[in-house]
């Protein structure tokens, strides 16, 4: 884990550690030059408290910590643009456009570093092995878990939507130990996705959760599990944009490393229906 995902993912955080980080976070700029006094300060801390944060991290001192610090920031390309509320009302389209562009990049670019790849590995070995995959997912992010439906099409690899048609629960039920019940939610917190969790965990289902908060219920029950935080708020925002690139984002690099890890195979398979949907082919459709 990188500095700044710790940072941002706050796990065991005092409320004084939390002030501190959020700082930081909002003012990357200046951490490689602030002295520790001047963090104090603008934090309503204490020097005690900046060091204590920083040895929570791993760190010796503020030195180190800071030296981590600036190194991780210089690999985010920084932006100004606020994930709630990404352009105003008097913006051009040309601007609109400019900052959309930087939000998109941004919030990849900070997923990346949040990224656990062994995670990733281990979670598309365990699609790949599965006879049935299960995704559980509302509103925004089952938009992403149809996208990569989609995808897994490609290498002959199906999943279902279980919450749809309101078959969630026939759905639940049915799962056995050779299925993966997979969980892709933002904040993590919806009650029916946390009921069926539960009880699929204590059925000896595999578990595999996907979310935007550290501190999402639904992580509890999870084997598998890939955290991506991004500055948007659970509510009064223009849409989930930041959000739904970062899950975007994973599920595409999920689908690569399994796509990856049998590549050859994958590959003579396209080839295979390529010519089988080319113009003459018998699966043709134009």
Same mark, same amino acid.
């Given at each position: 884990?990188?500095?700044? $995902?710790?940072? *941002?993912? %706050?796990?065991?955080?005092?409320? $004084? #550690?939390?002030?501190?980080?959020?700082?930081?976070?909002?003012?990357?700029?200046?951490?490689?030059?602030?002295?520790?006094? #001047?963090?104090?300060?603008?934090?309503? =801390?204490?020097?005690?408290?900046?060091?204590?944060?920083? %040895?929570?991290?791993?760190?010796?001192? !503020?030195? /180190? !910590?800071?030296?981590?610090?600036?190194?991780?920031?210089?690999?985010?390309? +920084? $932006?100004?643009?606020?994930?709630?509320?990404?352009?105003?009302?008097?913006?051009?389209?040309?601007?609109?456009?400019?900052?959309?562009?930087?939000?998109?990049?941004?919030?990849? *670019?900070?997923?990346?570093?949040?990224?656990?790849?062994?995670?990733?590995?281990?979670?598309?070995?365990?699609?790949?092995?599965?006879?049935?995959?299960?995704?559980?997912?509302?509103?925004?992010?089952?938009?992403?878990?149809?996208? !990569?439906?989609?995808?897994?099409?490609?290498?002959?690899?199906?999943?279902?939507?279980?919450? #749809?048609?309101?078959?969630?629960?026939?759905?639940?039920?049915?799962?056995?130990?050779? /299925?993966?019940?997979?969980?892709?939610? &933002?904040?993590?917190?919806?009650?029916?996705?946390?009921?069926?969790?539960? &009880?699929?965990?204590?059925?000896?289902? +595999?578990?595999?959760?996907?979310?935007?908060?550290? %501190?999402?219920?639904?992580?509890? /029950?999870?084997?598998?599990?890939?955290?991506?935080? *991004?500055?948007? =708020?659970?509510?009064?925002?223009?849409?989930?944009?930041?959000?739904?690139?970062?899950? #975007? &984002?994973?599920?595409? =690099? @999920?689908?690569?490393?399994? &796509?990856?890890?049998?590549? %050859?195979?994958?590959?003579?398979? @396209?080839?295979?229906?390529?010519?089988?949907?080319? /113009?003459?082919?018998?699966?043709?459709?134009?």
């Amino acid at each position: 884990m990188t500095v700044l $995902t710790a940072l *941002q993912q %706050q796990l065991d955080f005092t409320a $004084t #550690e939390r002030r501190i980080a959020n700082y930081m976070l909002t003012h990357l700029d200046k951490m490689p030059t602030v002295l520790i006094k #001047e963090l104090a300060a603008a934090t309503y =801390t204490s020097h005690s408290a900046i060091i204590r944060l920083a %040895q929570k991290l791993g760190y010796h001192g !503020f030195r /180190d !910590f800071q030296r981590a610090l600036t190194t991780a920031a210089a690999q985010v390309q +920084p $932006t100004d643009v606020n994930a709630n509320f990404p352009f105003s009302d008097t913006d051009s389209v040309a601007t609109i456009a400019k900052k959309m562009a930087a939000l998109n990049v941004t919030a990849v *670019q900070t997923t990346r570093q949040q990224l656990d790849t062994r995670q990733v590995a281990l979670i598309a070995q365990q699609l790949t092995r599965a006879t049935r995959i299960l995704l559980f997912s509302q509103g925004d992010s089952q938009l992403r878990a149809r996208s !990569f439906q989609n995808k897994l099409v490609k290498i002959n690899r199906f999943a279902i939507i279980a919450d #749809e048609y309101a078959d969630d629960a026939w759905n639940a039920a049915n799962l056995t130990t050779d /299925d993966v019940a997979f969980f892709i939610s &933002y904040a993590g917190t919806t009650q029916v996705h946390r009921q069926f969790a539960h &009880y699929l965990k204590a059925h000896h289902v +595999p578990v595999i959760v996907l979310t935007g908060n550290p %501190q999402a219920p639904l992580l509890a /029950d999870a084997d598998l599990r890939l955290v991506t935080v *991004q500055s948007e =708020t659970h509510f009064a925002k223009v849409g989930t944009f930041a959000s739904q690139a970062a899950f #975007e &984002y994973v599920l595409d =690099t @999920l689908f690569a490393t399994m &796509y990856a890890q049998d590549f %050859q195979t994958n590959l003579a398979r @396209l080839k295979t229906n390529q010519r089988l949907m080319a /113009d003459n082919g018998p699966l043709a459709t134009k």
